[in-house]
């Protein structure tokens, strides 16, 4: 009978489940949906809608632009440029160099751009004192964007690590990570970046009960318009290890203070996804705007069972080691940088992320044609 009587004997009328023909863009189908049954090959062959360009791109699912990116960009106390020898194509910039960054990204339609700081070892101690510094690198780079191109959003990251000669996010306390005195520090250096004019703040730090004290002190202190981004569901990663270059983070279990030699005791283990869930959850319920997913690329399973779950803004971080991994095979002529970048970024959006963090955002933009 040949495939296309198979076709019709399978070809008798079927309830269809009731659901919109297509899902909106950029947003999953919920779990449970049985998709349309398919006509067998030859009725149907994929191939057809993939045979010329514009009619790819007319059903395609997913579309990137720069409005879709978060430029994350390292600040230092310096002038000039120092390059990240571990992320080639990332410099550390001065507040001057900052402030022309802002600039750009308002060129290239980038909304926003989330700022890390480099502090010099000398000036750190174990309570990472000059978190909350109003005459900081930080609070001088906000205000320096924010004055050169105020449409541009700043993000600040709430975290005492790269101010702590230990390299922790929190304080220490008998050897241990001490959640509440901790907590103190974070909602300090917060506030500090409101008045320095922040417009989100995004805690990396991971303690518990860090978004509520911030939210509080945040409508107490007259920044009720400033945004939380929570860093929710932020796993121990080995692929943080160029950031930690980058800011010349203090090494993890060194120095004169009894300390652990990871982080695994805040941030989340790369093994768990239900966790990942009441992490998310708590967060929003304690008044976080938008939640983050970090690593990105790795984790996108996550960030699909987050946008699912709670339908809440969510970004994912495209960290330092991803970064560094695509520069090092393409600079080995391994695989084709900008394809690279724009396919990774896209599979962000395909998973349901409403935005990315990512150092490549100005090289992508440009690739999109901004
Ligand atoms: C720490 C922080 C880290 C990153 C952002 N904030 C590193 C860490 O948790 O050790 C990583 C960013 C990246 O790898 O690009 N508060």
């Not at 569901?233 to 990871?262: E, H, Q, T, V």
């Not at 239900?274 to 690593?295: I, N, S, T, W």
């Not at 962000?348 to 901004?370: D, E, M, N, S, W």
Request: glycine share 10%; proline share 8%.
């Amino acid at each position: 009978m040949g495939v296309w009587g198979l076709a019709a004997s399978l070809s008798t009328p079927r309830p269809r489940p009731a659901r919109p023909l297509h899902p909106p863009r950029n947003c999953a189908m919920p779990l449970g949906m049985s998709p349309t049954p398919l006509a067998p090959y030859p009725a149907l062959r994929l191939r057809r809608l993939r045979q010329a360009d514009w009619i790819r791109r007319l059903v395609r699912e997913t579309v990137l632009t720069p409005a879709d990116l978060i430029w994350s960009m390292v600040v230092h106390e310096g002038e000039g440029e120092v390059p990240v020898a571990s992320m080639p194509g990332v410099s550390r910039l001065s507040v001057k160099d900052c402030a022309r960054a802002a600039v750009e990204a308002r060129r290239l339609g980038i909304p926003a751009i989330a700022i890390f700081p480099h502090i010099d070892g000398a000036r750190k101690d174990a309570e990472g004192s000059l978190a909350a510094d109003p005459g900081g690198v930080i609070p001088r780079a906000v205000k320096a964007m924010k004055d050169a191109a105020p449409e541009v959003g700043i993000l600040c990251d709430v975290a005492l690590d790269p101010f702590t000669t230990h390299g922790h996010d929190g304080l220490i306390r008998s050897g241990r990570i001490a959640n509440d005195p901790t907590i103190e520090r974070l909602v300090a250096q917060g506030l500090m970046q409101a008045q320095a004019g922040a417009d989100i703040l995004a805690p990396s730090d991971m303690m518990d009960g860090r978004i509520g004290a911030l939210r509080g002190a945040l409508e107490s202190a007259g920044h009720q318009d400033v945004m939380i981004m929570s860093y929710a569901a932020k796993f121990a990663s080995a692929f943080y290890g160029p950031y930690r270059d980058a800011i010349g983070s203090g090494k993890l279990g060194s120095g004169p203070d009894d300390n652990p030699a990871d982080k695994k005791t805040y941030q989340m283990d790369p093994a768990n996804t239900e966790e990942a869930l009441r992490e998310v959850g708590q967060d929003l319920a304690e008044g976080a705007d938008m939640v983050m997913v970090k690593p990105g690329l790795p984790y996108l399973d996550i960030v699909r069972r987050v946008v699912e779950t709670y339908r809440a803004p969510t970004f994912a971080f495209q960290v330092s080691g991803e970064y560094a991994m695509i520069k090092a095979a393409a600079a080995n002529g391994w695989l084709d940088e900008d394809r690279a970048v724009l396919e990774s970024l896209t599979a962000f959006k395909r998973a349901g992320a409403t935005g990315v963090i990512t150092y490549f955002a100005p090289q992508a933009a440009r690739v999109l044609g901004a």
